[in-house]
């Protein structure tokens, strides 16, 4: 789990990908979230929920995201 944390470098996709996936092999249930920062700005962010408990996310982080997309 260090290995993905927001300071190994990627994008938050390629991150929020490969932590689902090993997720999803244990059976953790994980859902992938999209969200966007403003309707009117390209500014998006994606992570990792299990339980509806972000990973590797801090609320400061997602503060400012709405979620637009749950998978």
């Known amino acids: 789990m260090a ?3 927001r300071t190994s470098g990627g994008n938050c996709l390629e991150r929020s990908l490969v932590l689902y996936r090993y997720l999803a092999r244990a059976n953790a249930d994980p859902h992938l979230v999209v ?3 403003r309707p009117d700005e390209y500014l998006g962010h994606v992570w990792v929920t299990v ?3 972000p990973l590797l996310e801090t609320p400061e982080t997602l503060d400012g995201y709405t979620e637009v997309v749950t998978f």
Do not use: E, F, H, K
């Open 3 to 5: 290995r993905l944390s």
């Open 35 to 37: 969200g966007m920062a």
């Open 51 to 53: 339980d509806d408990r």
